[in-house]
T-cell receptor, first 117, second 111 residues
Framework: NAGVTQTPKFQVLKTGQSMTLQCAQDMNHEYMSWYRQDPGMGLRLIHYSVGAGITDQGEVPNGYNVSRSTTEDFPLRLLSAAPSQTSVYFC????????????????FGSGTRLTVV | KNEVEQSPQNLTAQEGEFITINCSYSVGISALHWLQQHPGGGIVSLFMLSSGKKKHGRLIATINIQEKHSSLHITASHPRDSAVYICAVRSRRGSQGNLIFGKGTKLSVKP
């Protein structure tokens, strides 16, 4: 099925450990992004990409790295996990330019619940 | 002040009631999105609006660009509508595609 595949669904890390959250889409979307969702706050943008080889920082980029070597994949790396990175992470993709229906929407991955202890 | 404000934060309704969720924003936008997040956590797109009104089944979304306001209506609400509804705007400034999110409205529909 076409969509955004996000793995893993759950992860527990110890402080200082590193890990990579995977995100892959098969819709040929130019735009991909990572958000974190914390209680009482809206989703906040961590990093985004508008095409292979192009990435940029969002609102809360510290402690995270991304790369976009292919159109399909957009992994998020936690360099040295901290308890403040305990959150639910979502990957989302879309066409960069607004397009006529029905191809307008954003497609979200199912989320990764990360706990850093 | 948040750039996207939703009201109410929480809403409890009886099955069959007409429901309205409001969204106000303070930036110039190219589009506004309504999203639904179910208790399991998955997020799905419901609507994208740049003007006027859209309808899908029992859901209706409207936007007033001059007033920077949008509403999501649910007619004949049902317990399966229980979810968090999120308003997000695609700002005209900055890079293509980034969304600014409201904090969401948690809807609970009782049978």
């Amino acid at each position: 099925n076409a969509g955004v595949t996000q793995t893993p669904k759950f992860q527990v890390l110890k402080t200082g450990q590193s890990m990579t959250l995977q995100c892959a889409q098969d819709m040929n979307h130019e735009y991909m992004s990572w958000y974190r969702q914390d209680p009482g706050m809206g989703l906040r943008l961590i990093h985004y990409s508008v095409g292979a080889g192009i990435t940029d920082q969002g609102e809360v980029p510290n402690g995270y790295n991304v790369s976009r070597s292919t159109t399909e994949d957009f992994p998020l790396r936690l360099l040295s996990a901290a308890p403040s990175q305990t959150s639910v992470y979502f990957c989302a993709s879309s066409y960069s330019k607004l397009r006529p229906l029905p191809r307008w929407g954003y497609t979200f991955g199912s989320g990764t619940r990360l706990t850093v202890v | 002040k948040n750039e996207v404000e939703q009201s109410p934060q929480n809403l409890t309704a009886q099955e069959g009631e007409f429901i309205t969720i409001n969204c106000s924003y303070s930036v110039g936008i190219s589009a506004l999105h309504w999203l639904q997040q179910h208790p399991g956590g998955g997020i799905v797109s419901l609507f994208m609006l740049s003007s006027g009104k859209k309808k899908h089944g029992r859901l209706i979304a409207t936007i007033n660009i001059q007033e920077k306001h949008s509403s999501l209506h649910i007619t004949a609400s049902h317990p399966r509508d229980s979810a968090v509804y999120i308003c997000a705007v695609r700002s005209r400034r900055g890079s293509q595609g980034n969304l600014i999110f409201g904090k969401g409205t948690k809807l609970s529909v009782k049978p």
